[in-house]
């Protein structure tokens, strides 16, 4: 039996000084002064924050890691985006799609993330990308929670054979059916899209995330239609809508009844803000308009919220290095969520509240949770957003995945202290 005590730890609701008792991979106790069972670890945790590990709600680990194949995007738009994807998926190879993934997800754990929602793209009747993933999703397994989604990239009504292939996805074992109705052919057929594969989910009693409206188009209003076949389905709690860019060019008048629509049905959403910010507005001049979604507004209706990295240096996006925190930040200014309590929303948007959507068994910090917890080196959350804060611990069931030695720089400045001491509190 293995025991451990994290001593003085501070945590995410505020409490500050207190311990936390690890026992068999779980949450045995949390408080103050516990005392240690006989041959237990001790850890001092210096008074830094303990928290859930983070976890992203919508990311593309197919395209991950490929920055510059078969070349960059030189414009950094969308549409190039979506043509240099077009130009390296024939020259995919499972075994090149693996080692990516897995480097990505290294990253990921190196950052105390430790669950992944990952769209994968069904559009090649190969369905190279789906068996590597699979392969990567058991891999990983003893580490990281690795949630695949069929996403019909290019339609699952315009391109040919996509809904055979979104099927035969499933049946291999992939977890969640994805859409993409914005980009059908017409408005009818994007509705009809999202009917068909709510529908598929109910038969096979699974859950749906749609890449859904992903567009300045305010009237691209396919959100509407999936809360309606939510709600007609019965499938309240397992629907997510990602992006919901449109949302924001919205007429206010007509938001105003979506809202209470989406909460009633239990939809969920997800904000992508370093996507959203850099490839929404491309077609205006000035005022330019940001593009993310509304996410105040859905958190003030009762909506779950979550924010995901969607990209981290593949065709639509150079950048990114799997750092939630630095989404948070992102989705933080790009909402203005600047009042205390939006703040520390931004934190619970990269931690419990994907955790929620991608329905995680045992998540979170209470007795009889999984001891999964990262160690950061901040004392409250607006702190850790604040300096993208270093990981100093990493656990997965009670056992040590990563660690990393206290970010300071020592200075060399007469007349000065010789260390920054910007991060004490
Ligand atoms: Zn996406």
């Given amino acids: 039996m293995h025991a451990m005590l994290i001593r003085n730890i501070s945590l995410p609701d505020g409490r500050r000084g207190q311990d936390l008792l690890v026992q068999d991979g779980r949450i045995a106790a949390i408080g103050p002064n516990l005392a240690a069972p006989e041959g237990a670890e001790i850890v001092d945790g210096q008074g830094w924050l303990l928290a859930p590990p983070f976890v992203d709600a919508h990311f593309h680990m197919d395209a991950t890691l490929s920055y510059g194949l078969p070349r960059v995007n030189a414009s950094g738009t969308l549409l190039e985006g979506i043509a240099l994807w077009g130009e390296l998926k024939p020259q995919l190879t499972q075994e090149a799609l693996v080692e990516r993934a897995l480097a990505y997800c290294d990253w990921a754990v190196a950052k105390g993330l430790l669950a992944i929602r990952s769209h994968v793209d069904v559009c090649d009747p190969r369905l190279l990308?789906?068996?590597?993933?699979?392969?990567?999703?058991?891999?990983?397994?003893?580490?990281?929670?690795?949630?695949?989604?069929?996403?019909?990239?290019?339609?699952?009504?315009?391109?040919?054979?996509?809904?055979?292939?979104?099927?035969?996805?499933?049946?291999?074992?992939?977890?969640?059916?994805?859409?993409?109705?914005?980009?059908?052919?017409?408005?009818?057929?994007?509705?009809?899209?999202?009917?068909?594969?709510?529908?598929?989910?109910?038969?096979?009693?699974?859950?749906?995330?749609?890449?859904?409206?992903?567009?300045?188009?305010?009237?691209?209003?396919?959100?509407?239609?999936?809360?309606?076949?939510?709600?007609?389905?019965?499938?309240?709690?397992?629907?997510?809508?990602?992006?919901?860019?449109?949302?924001?060019?919205?007429?206010?008048?007509?938001?105003?009844?979506?809202?209470?629509?989406?909460?009633?049905?239990?939809?969920?959403?997800?904000?992508?803000?370093?996507?959203?910010?850099?490839?929404?507005?491309?077609?205006?001049?000035?005022?330019?308009?940001?593009?993310?979604?509304?996410?105040?507004?859905?958190l003030a209706h009762g909506i779950d919220v979550a924010f995901g990295h969607d990209c981290v240096m593949d065709p639509w996006y150079s950048l990114g290095s799997g750092d939630m925190l630095e989404v948070a930040h992102m989705g933080l200014h790009v909402a203005q969520m600047t009042s205390q309590a939006a703040m520390r929303q931004c934190f619970d948007a990269v931690t419990r509240n994907p955790a929620c959507v991608l329905g995680l068994d045992g998540y979170g910090l209470a007795p009889g949770c999984h001891a999964d917890l990262v160690l950061l080196q901040a004392r409250d959350p607006i702190e850790a957003i604040r300096l993208r804060a270093q990981r100093l611990r990493v656990y997965r069931r009670g056992r040590l995945l990563a660690q990393a030695a206290p970010s300071e720089s020592t200075l060399h400045l007469p007349g000065r202290p010789a260390a920054t001491g910007f991060l004490k509190s």
């Fill in 129 to 298: 990308a789906v068996e590597a993933l699979l392969h990567v999703r058991e891999r990983v397994k003893p580490y990281l929670d690795l949630q695949l989604v069929a996403f019909p990239q290019d339609g699952v009504l315009r391109a040919p054979g996509a809904l055979d292939n979104l099927k035969r996805a499933l049946d291999l074992g992939v977890d969640v059916v994805g859409g993409i109705p914005h980009f059908e052919r017409t408005m009818q057929d994007g509705a009809t899209s999202v009917r068909l594969l709510c529908e598929l989910a109910a038969e096979r009693g699974l859950m749906v995330d749609m890449h859904c409206d992903e567009s300045d188009d305010p009237l691209s209003r396919h959100v509407e239609t999936l809360a309606f076949e939510t709600q007609r389905l019965g499938l309240q709690g397992r629907v997510t809508g990602s992006h919901l860019t449109s949302m924001h060019s919205m007429d206010n008048y007509y938001v105003s009844k979506l809202l209470p629509l989406m909460k009633e049905a239990g939809v969920a959403a997800i904000a992508n803000p370093l996507i959203n910010i850099t490839l929404q507005g491309r077609h205006d001049t000035y005022p330019k308009r940001r593009g993310m979604t509304r996410v105040p507004e859905m």
